[in-house]
């Protein structure tokens, strides 16, 4: 049979495909709809945060840190309560990370604050001396791009029925009401901060990178 | 044994020598199940790897090629008829019908569950420390609350717990002057005391001054008179009245507990609750270390 | 059969994606060795304001060494060794010739658009799947264009049998078709929202641990079909043309063929192990990654016993030795492989150093490997030149086989130290090490992973240097060589 099948390539990758294709649909399907459901309780992301979100994603800090506390006793201890499947919920995409060069972040909202982030995204070494985690001050003049956030909300609210504008949810509403609710919840963080050029830009109604991330980081608990 | 597999087995096991040397030398338990599994495993990685590839590369030396030559030949590349290897075969098939046993019968069997496991070691956790610490001793409390200083609370308060030139609490010294006047200005209710809140506004100029002045200074002498309105909750001494306000004098149990309990947002930045991250132990066991420093 | 019929082949294609492959393995394994410095030394993260941080360079070795130099390595040896043993010519097709033009520049300014954009931190965030929607778009295009190229040869082949370094081009192919149309499914925001945002961004059509599965599905099998799968028909086309051996077993080549096809898919869970995704689904990982030792060690041990008697060979051609030590990587890598991914090993190997450990043992020992030695192969009988020195090679081969070991023995302590002190307690029960003393203690081993880096790179510069200098300024050859390459 085999010999026969070299012969015959169109047979041979068809082979080769029914073979290969068929351990994702045993292996992958089985959980899809148990899995993407949200724990009790779970709130989507605000614009700012999602905005801080992207901030995340593009400055890579998934490079270095997880979002998953695997239930060691270890773990926990360290970082809190091991992670569930329906707290992800809400992640397009899962940010659970493959190396922790640094710490898992997973609920870091629990046990650093504002002005700690402040610091340490701006030298590192100011808090913690050893630290191998580079500065990020350009986050500190860079603007977020809250209208991508406010259109990823609008999409994941359209399409995967994500609960935006529900009762005693997250507010979505226009792009201008998102953007002044965004503004809003980032004057709350400006004011816990203590760099000069932070708070301007955001009186002037515009939102460094490192706001919204740190609305981010204060998110995840 | 031929030179080739010495070297093989001699490199692995300078590596495998290596690798529990730094590990034994970081004070870690090699009896631990999954410390030992791991060691097992990365020995068969290399002795297997590299004795293996040293079996067949001396073959190259030792053996000659043969056998019955197939029909075809692709651009000039022959290929033989040979047998499967035998302890590749034998391998194979062993792990194939390891991995049918395992899957039909070892593993359903067992009905493996991993948060039945970490509950497991959470229990055994505390069986093996939880009772051993409830009625530890002082020089236990403080070697222990500093251990878990170092890992919980060092990275804001820092290793030596002065606060990192000022980014958060100094606990080796009770508040500094600008955090008094902070706090009689603005007054607090954060910290869950049985009196409440602190209102705003207790003292203000002058008198506020020389309040704080005083009880930075260790409360020695005359008291100004101004104080007397905080010793209505803070007591004379300002040891807060047996835990009904907080100790402004020095860092003592109660304050410690409640600040973990509540976190505290001042005038340096927020320090997070702890709720529900450590044990009350772990809780005395700090409080007793703040208070050697 | 020892006509000059040979001659004709048509590798302008071929010759393209050597260049490329030269190209983006300098550049990758630059970027490699930069990051590798800055962990060690960490003042080496602002070389380049906000885009010289260890976080933005990183996605941009993975991506350049794997879609610019590994894919343009497979690609230059899948259009040489294809016409070779389909014995048929790309000449002989204006279509074809086309088509391979047309993959080949299409790949290139896609390529291009690919590291700008990242470089720019437009991302996905999905690990080896990190390029946007519009890139994505451009890949699958490049993937069915390729596709095209290869079966409209086989379809017009006088070898009537497909050679085994044909089977596995062609899986190859299938595989990563299918992985990166399901990985990369993603919304366009911008459309979604009727027009807010940016043009770039999509979200994932799966969310949390759906996506993750479906992510370690792709990642993993990325790696089979893209590190291992394409390198194994390098190999067992270039070892037995170099030396003329034939290869030992027929039935073991079927057997680990059919073995490493049927077994690699079912272990793409164990990325997830201790993770939220079911338990089933990991063991499942575990089980099928340990069965996948034997057809991986099977395609080592065919191309080792090919070797048998042959031992003055390997002392004597430096590609038998490139190709010999790059089989024991490739059986180090796919055995270590396995058993991190038993349960216990993995609590500790998970997130740690072990990983990208383990990760070069295979890319460095085996994937850069192999593609030198095949282009090293290749060069004479596509420029028509000796290969310009042979002492090189050999200086190469030392300097790149040192810096694997250091390599690899720095990450695996490393990393076996830093899982094991992250769960230790002390005699209290509390955890024993905070998280930067366990970052501290591995300065030294980062340091040693950023020399072994100097170490291979300056081998890799070795080999460019030699390749340039073959097709420039080496002494012409007049006919082709059957086996042995011709080497000054
Ligand atoms: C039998 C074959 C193999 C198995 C079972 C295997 C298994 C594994 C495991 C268990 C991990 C670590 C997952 C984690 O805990 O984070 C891993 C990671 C990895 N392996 Fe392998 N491996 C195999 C062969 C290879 C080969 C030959 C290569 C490359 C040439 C390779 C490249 C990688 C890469 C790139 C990663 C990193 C994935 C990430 O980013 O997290 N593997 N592999
Ligand atoms: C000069 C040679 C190289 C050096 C010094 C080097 C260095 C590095 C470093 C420092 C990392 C990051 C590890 C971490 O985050 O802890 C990395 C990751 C990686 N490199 Fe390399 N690299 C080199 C060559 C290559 C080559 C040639 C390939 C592929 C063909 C490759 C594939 C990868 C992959 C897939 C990862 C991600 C691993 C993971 O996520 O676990 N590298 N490399
Ligand atoms: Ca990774
Ligand atoms: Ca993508
Ligand atoms: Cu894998």
């Known amino acids: 049979m085999f010999h026969w099948l070299e012969k015959n390539p169109f047979f041979f990758a068809v082979g080769v495909f029914l073979v290969i294709a068929f351990a994702g649909l045993v292996e992958i399907l089985p959980n899809f709809g148990e899995a993407s459901r949200p724990v009790v309780g779970l709130k989507p992301y605000t614009v700012l945060e999602l905005a801080g979100k992207e901030v995340y994603k593009k400055d890579n800090c998934i490079a270095c840190h997880s979002q998953l506390i695997r239930p060691f006793k270890s773990e926990t201890d360290r970082y809190g309560q091991y992670s569930l499947s329906g707290e992800y919920a809400y992640d397009r995409p899962f940010l659970w990370g493959s190396k922790r060069t640094g710490p898992d972040l997973h609920r870091i909202g629990n046990y650093r604050s504002t002005d700690w982030h402040e610091n340490h995204m701006w030298d590192p070494k100011s808090v913690i001396p050893q630290s191998i985690m580079p500065a990020y001050k350009h986050q500190f003049s860079n603007i977020a791009d809250i209208e991508t956030a406010y259109a990823e909300a609008v999409t994941v609210k359209e399409l995967f029925n994500t609960p935006y504008d529900v009762d005693g949810g997250v507010a979505l509403g226009s792009w201008e009401d998102a953007r002044a609710a965004a503004l809003a919840e980032a004057k709350e963080i400006a004011a816990d901060m203590k760099n000069q050029d932070v708070k301007d830009l955001v009186a002037n109604d515009q939102i460094p990178e490192i706001v919204a991330l740190i609305a981010y980081m204060n998110k995840l608990k | 044994m031929n030179s080739l597999m010495i070297k093989a087995l001699a490199f692995s096991a300078v590596l495998m020598g290596a690798t529990i040397f730094v590990v034994k030398y970081m004070n870690v338990d090699l009896s631990d199940p999954v410390n030992l599994i791991t060691m097992l495993g990365a020995a068969a990685i290399a002795f297997l790897t590299f004795g293996v590839a040293a079996k067949y590369i001396n073959q190259m030396k030792t053996d000659k090629a043969e056998g019955e030559l197939t029909d075809d030949n692709w651009d000039g590349i022959g290929e033989y008829k040979n047998e499967l290897p035998g302890g590749w075969a034998y391998s194979f098939l062993g792990t194939i019908i390891w991995a049918m046993w395992y899957w039909t019968v070892g593993y359903p069997v067992n009905a493996y569950s991993q948060i039945g496991e970490y509950n497991k070691e959470v229990k055994a956790y505390n069986a093996q420390f939880q009772e051993m610490h409830k009625n530890a001793d002082a020089d236990t409390l403080q070697a222990m609350g500093e251990s878990i200083f170092l890992v919980q609370c060092a990275p804001c308060h820092g290793e030596t717990a002065d606060g990192l030139s000022g980014k958060a609490q100094d606990l080796t010294a009770r508040m500094a002057k600008d955090q008094i006047l902070d706090v009689i200005a603005k007054g607090s209710n954060q910290l869950g005391f049985p009196m409440g809140a602190m209102p705003a506004g207790m003292a203000s100029g002058a008198d506020a001054e020389a309040i704080a002045d005083y009880i930075v200074g260790g409360m020695q002498g005359q008291a100004p008179a101004a104080y007397a309105t905080c010793a209505a909750c803070h007591g004379a001494d300002g040891q807060g009245m047996n835990g009904m306000s907080p100790n402004i004098t020095k860092y003592d149990e109660k304050i410690v507990t409640q600040v973990l309990a509540n976190g505290k947002k001042g005038m340096i930045g927020k320090m997070p609750s702890f709720n529900n991250r450590l044990t009350p132990v772990q809780e005395k066991a700090l409080a007793t270390y703040l208070q050697s420093l | 059969m020892q006509s000059n019929a040979a001659l004709e082949y048509d590798y302008s294609v071929a010759k393209l994606f050597t260049y490329t492959t030269i190209l983006f393995g300098i550049l990758g394994m630059l970027i490699g060795t930069l990051i590798a410095a800055q962990m060690a030394f960490p003042e080496l993260n602002y070389l380049l304001g906000e885009y010289g941080t260890f976080s933005r360079l990183r996605p941009l070795h993975t991506n350049i060494v794997i879609f610019g130099f590994t894919l343009s390595g497979v690609w230059a040896t899948a259009y040489y060794v294809s016409q070779r043993v389909l014995k048929v010519s790309m000449a002989e097709?204006?279509?074809?010739?086309?088509?391979?033009?047309?993959?080949?520049?299409?790949?290139?300014?896609?390529?291009?658009?690919?590291?700008?954009?990242?470089?720019?931190?437009?991302?996905?965030?999905?690990?080896?799947?990190?390029?946007?929607?519009?890139?994505?778009?451009?890949?699958?295009?490049?993937?069915?264009?390729?596709?095209?190229?290869?079966?409209?040869?086989?379809?017009?082949?006088?070898?009537?049998?497909?050679?085994?370094?044909?089977?596995?081009?062609?899986?190859?192919?299938?595989?990563?078709?299918?992985?990166?149309?399901?990985?990369?499914?993603?919304?366009?925001?911008?459309?979604?929202?009727?027009?807010?945002?940016?043009?770039?961004?999509?979200?994932?059509?799966?969310?949390?641990?759906?996506?993750?599965?479906?992510?370690?599905?792709?990642?993993?099998?990325?790696?089979?079909?893209?590190?291992?799968?394409?390198?194994?028909?390098?190999?067992?086309?270039?070892?037995?043309?170099?030396?003329?051996?034939?290869?030992?077993?027929?039935?073991?080549?079927?057997?680990?063929?059919?073995?490493?096809?049927?077994?690699?898919?079912?272990?793409?869970?164990?990325?997830?192990?201790?993770?939220?995704?079911?338990?089933?689904?990991?063991?499942?990982?575990?089980?099928?990654?340990?069965?996948?030792?034997?057809?991986?060690?099977?395609?080592?041990?065919?191309?080792?016993?090919?070797?048998?008697?042959?031992?003055?060979?390997?002392?004597?051609?430096?590609?038998?030795?490139?190709?010999?030590?790059?089989?024991?990587?490739?059986?180090?890598?796919?055995?270590?492989?396995?058993?991190?991914?038993?349960?216990?090993?993995?609590?500790?190997?998970?997130?740690?150093?072990?990983?990208?450990?383990?990760?070069?043992?295979?890319?460095?020992?085996?994937?850069?490997?192999?593609?030198?030695?095949?282009?090293?192969?290749?060069?004479?009988?596509?420029?028509?030149?000796?290969?310009?020195?042979?002492?090189?090679?050999?200086?190469?081969?030392?300097?790149?086989?040192?810096?694997?070991?250091?390599?690899?023995?720095?990450?695996?302590?490393?990393?076996?130290?830093?899982?094991?002190?992250?769960?230790?307690?002390?005699?209290?029960?509390?955890?024993?090490?905070?998280?930067?003393?366990?970052?501290?203690?591995?300065?030294?081993?980062?340091?040693?992973?950023?020399?072994?880096?100097?170490?291979?790179?300056?081998?890799?510069?070795?080999?460019?240097?030699?390749?340039?200098?073959?097709?420039?300024?080496?002494?012409?050859?007049?006919?082709?060589?059957?086996?042995?390459?011709?080497?000054?």
Do not use: C
């Open chain 3, 93 to 488: 097709s204006k279509f074809l010739m086309a088509l391979g033009k047309i993959h080949f520049w299409l790949y290139f300014f896609g390529a291009l658009a690919a590291v700008i954009t990242l470089g720019m931190g437009i991302t996905q965030s999905k690990e080896y799947a990190v390029f946007e929607w519009p890139i994505d778009v451009v890949i699958v295009l490049i993937w069915v264009i390729w596709g095209l190229s290869l079966f409209g040869l086989i379809g017009i082949r006088r070898e009537k049998s497909l050679y085994i370094s044909m089977w596995y081009y062609i899986a190859t192919f299938l595989g990563i078709a299918m992985l990166y149309l399901f990985n990369n499914m993603a919304i366009p925001t911008y459309f979604a929202s009727g027009g807010y945002g940016s043009i770039f961004h999509s979200v994932s059509v799966y969310s949390g641990t759906n996506d993750a599965l479906v992510q370690w599905w792709y990642g993993h099998n990325a790696v089979a079909f893209g590190f291992t799968v394409p390198i194994i028909a390098m190999i067992y086309y270039f070892l037995p043309k170099e030396s003329g051996q034939a290869i030992y077993s027929y039935k073991l080549s079927l057997l680990s063929f059919w073995g490493l096809m049927f077994v690699y898919l079912w272990a793409g869970s164990h990325h997830l192990i201790w993770s939220t995704v079911p338990d089933w689904m990991q063991t499942m990982g575990s089980i099928f990654s340990v069965v996948l030792i034997l057809p991986s060690w099977g395609s080592a041990i065919n191309m080792l016993l090919t070797m048998k008697g042959e031992w003055n060979q390997l002392t004597e051609n430096p590609l038998i030795k490139l190709m010999v030590l790059a089989s024991t990587f490739y059986m180090l890598s796919t055995i270590e492989g396995p058993i991190q991914s038993i349960k216990s090993v993995n609590a500790i190997a998970h997130f740690t150093d072990w990983i990208p450990g383990h990760v070069h043992d295979g890319v460095l020992g085996w994937v850069v490997f192999m593609i030198m030695a095949a282009l090293f192969h290749m060069a004479p009988r596509m420029f028509k030149k000796e290969i310009y020195s042979k002492k090189l090679i050999d200086m190469q081969f030392w300097l790149q086989t040192t810096a694997i070991v250091l390599y690899f023995t720095s990450m695996w302590i490393a990393g076996i130290t830093q899982g094991m002190m992250w769960r230790a307690v002390d005699e209290y029960g509390n955890l024993m090490y905070s998280f930067i003393d366990t970052v501290a203690v591995l300065h030294p081993y980062y340091t040693i992973r950023a020399v072994a880096g100097v170490l291979y790179l300056l081998g890799f510069f070795m080999f460019a240097y030699n390749m340039i200098l073959t097709m420039t300024a080496a002494k012409t050859i007049d006919t082709e060589p059957q086996f042995r390459s011709p080497m000054a």
